[in-house]
C-alpha cells in the first residue's frame, strides 16, 4: 500500500502522458487464456463452505458475556481507528424526507419505508407500494402507487435522472418517467414469485440488471419500435448453481462528472476521461456477489468472466459492493484515472483495481488485480 497514493492535483500533461504509456502497453500484451464461465466458476469445489455454515451457526448462539466484552472491545478499536486514521463516513439526517414521509405514513397508511434511492433525486419506496420523490432540496416532487400494492423493494434512477425503475416484492418490474408517467410493465422478466432484490441501471440508457430472491440474475433491454416500448430479459445465471444476493454495475457518468468538479474542466483531464469512457462503453462491467465468492463480468458484446474473488468470511453477513472512480499514482511516479471496486464483508474489506480492458486485438482479458486486503 505504500506505493499507492490518491492525487487530485496537478494533472494536466502527467495524465496525458500517461494516456499514451497506458495505450502502448495494452498494444504490447498478447494473453490467451480459456475464458470461464459462470456456471464453472461456481461448481469449483469450495471446501470450507460446510464448516462456514456451521461456524455461523455456533457463533449466533453464544452467550451475553461474550457478546458484552465484543461490545467492549469493539468501541474501543472503533475509536481507535477514527484517532488514527480521521473520520471516513458521515451520517446526513435528510429531516424535510423524514418528516413528509412520517406525515405520509399517519395520514394515508402509506407504510414504512422499504427501498432508497438517491441521485439528484431521492426516491422512496414503502410497504404499501407506494414510492415519494423529492428533488436535491427534500421538497417532495411526485408519489407514485404502483398498480400490485405490494412492498417496494428496489428503485433505480438513470444518470439522467428522468426515469425510475420500481421493483416489489410480487416481482413485478416498472418504469416511470419523473413526472409519474408508466412507461413500461414488466411482468415476465423472471420466475413467478420471486421478489426483486437488486434493480439497477447501467450507463447504457437501454440496459438494467436485477437479481430475484431465487439468487437469479438477469438482464433487461429496453426497446421502442412504432412507439411501442418493450423490455427482453436475458438470464445471466440460474440462481440454483449459487444464489446472487449482491450486484453493483460499474456507473462510469457520475463518477466522471464529480472528478470534472474536483479537477476542473482541463483539456487532458477531460481527454482521459473521454477515452477510458469510450473503453468501458463497449462492454459495461458488472460486479456480482454470491455467499461464497465476488465476480466482476462483462455484459457486452457477450456474456465475459473477468475475475473471480473467494469470500471466505462467515456467512451469515451479507457481502456489500460498491464502485469508484479514483487517480491513482504509479511505482514509476505516473497518475492516471482508474476503476476500483470496493468488497467488504462482516470485518473484511478488500480493494480490486481494473489494470487495463483490452489487448491490441481488443479481445478482453483478466486484468483486475487486488491491490489492498484487509480483515479488523
Given at each position: 500500500m505504500e506505493n499507492l497514493s490518491i492525487n487530485l492535483d496537478d494533472l494536466d500533461d502527467e495524465l496525458l502522458e500517461a494516456e499514451n504509456n497506458f495505450?502502448?502497453?495494452?498494444?504490447?500484451?498478447?494473453?490467451?487464456?480459456?475464458?470461464?464461465?459462470?456456471?464453472?466458476?461456481?461448481?469449483?469445489?469450495?471446501?470450507?463452505?460446510?464448516?462456514?455454515?456451521?461456524?455461523?451457526?455456533?457463533?449466533?448462539?453464544?452467550?451475553?458475556?461474550?457478546?458484552?466484552?465484543?461490545?467492549?472491545?469493539?468501541?474501543?478499536?472503533?475509536?481507535?481507528?477514527?484517532?488514527?486514521?480521521?473520520?471516513?463516513?458521515?451520517?446526513?439526517?435528510?429531516?424535510?424526507?423524514?418528516?413528509?414521509?412520517?406525515?405520509?405514513?399517519?395520514?394515508?397508511?402509506?407504510?414504512?419505508?422499504?427501498?432508497?434511492?438517491?441521485?439528484?433525486?431521492?426516491?422512496?419506496?414503502?410497504?404499501?407500494?407506494l414510492v415519494l420523490l423529492f428533488d436535491s432540496a427534500q421538497i417532495l416532487k411526485l408519489y407514485i402507487t404502483?398498480?400490485?400494492?405490494?412492498?417496494?423493494?428496489?428503485?433505480?434512477?438513470?444518470?439522467?435522472?428522468?426515469r425510475?425503475?420500481?421493483?416489489?416484492?410480487?416481482?413485478?418490474?416498472?418504469?416511470?418517467?419523473t413526472n409519474g408517467k408508466l412507461l413500461?410493465?414488466?411482468?415476465?422478466?423472471?420466475?413467478?414469485?420471486?421478489?426483486?432484490?437488486?434493480?439497477?441501471?447501467?450507463?447504457?440508457?437501454?440496459l438494467a440488471v436485477f437479481s430475484d430472491s431465487g439468487g437469479s440474475v438477469f438482464m433487461l433491454e429496453f426497446k421502442r419500435v412504432l412507439g411501442v416500448r418493450s423490455a427482453d430479459s436475458q438470464c445471466l445465471f440460474s440462481g440454483s448453481r449459487g444464489e446472487v444476493c449482491h450486484i453493483e454495475p460499474l456507473r462510469f457518468e457520475k463518477f466522471s462528472e464529480s472528478l470534472?468538479?474536483?479537477?476542473?474542466?482541463?483539456?487532458?483531464?477531460?481527454?482521459?476521461?473521454?477515452?477510458?469512457?469510450?473503453?468501458?462503453?463497449?462492454?459495461?462491467?458488472?460486479?456480482?456477489?454470491?455467499?461464497t465468492k465476488m465476480f466482476i463480468v462483462a455484459l457486452k458484446p457477450k456474456l465475459t468472466v473477468l475475475f473471480t474473488f473467494p469470500l471466505n468470511t462467515p456467512l451469515k453477513h451479507l457481502p456489500i459492493l460498491e464502485w469508484q472512480l479514483v487517480i491513482l499514482q504509479s511505482d514509476e511516479s505516473k497518475r492516471y484515472i482508474s476503476p476500483m471496486l470496493t468488497c467488504a464483508r462482516d470485518s473484511s474489506?478488500?480493494?480490486?483495481?481494473?489494470?487495463?480492458?483490452?489487448?491490441?486485438?481488443?479481445?478482453l482479458t483478466k486484468q483486475f488485480r487486488i491491490i489492498y486486503s484487509k480483515t479488523y
Open positions: 495505450e502502448l502497453f495494452i498494444s504490447s500484451q498478447q494473453i490467451n487464456l480459456e475464458e470461464p464461465t459462470i456456471e464453472s466458476i461456481l461448481n469449483e469445489d469450495y471446501d470450507s463452505e460446510n464448516d462456514e455454515i456451521l461456524k455461523s451457526l455456533t457463533n449466533s448462539s453464544l452467550g451475553k458475556l461474550e457478546s458484552d466484552q465484543k461490545a467492549r472491545t469493539h468501541s474501543l478499536n472503533s475509536q481507535h481507528l477514527i484517532d488514527k486514521n480521521g473520520t471516513i463516513c458521515k451520517q446526513t439526517f435528510l429531516k424535510q424526507v423524514s418528516s413528509q414521509l412520517k406525515t405520509a405514513i399517519d395520514r394515508s397508511d402509506a407504510g414504512l419505508p422499504t427501498a432508497m434511492e438517491i441521485s439528484s433525486l431521492i426516491a422512496i419506496g414503502t410497504s404499501r407500494g404502483s398498480e400490485s400494492k405490494d412492498a417496494i423493494s428496489a428503485l433505480s434512477l438513470n444518470n439522467q435522472c428522468d425510475l425503475l420500481v421493483g416489489d416484492s410480487s416481482g413485478l418490474i416498472l418504469m416511470y418517467d413500461r410493465k414488466i411482468v415476465d422478466a423472471h420466475p413467478a414469485g420471486n421478489a426483486i432484490l437488486n434493480l439497477k441501471f447501467t450507463d447504457d440508457s437501454k470534472l468538479e474536483k479537477l476542473g474542466s482541463k483539456n487532458s483531464v477531460k481527454k482521459n476521461l473521454d477515452h477510458l469512457q469510450a473503453l468501458l462503453s463497449k462492454y459495461s462491467f458488472l460486479a456480482m456477489a454470491s455467499f474489506i478488500h480493494f480490486f483495481q481494473l489494470n487495463y480492458f483490452f489487448d491490441s486485438n481488443e479481445d
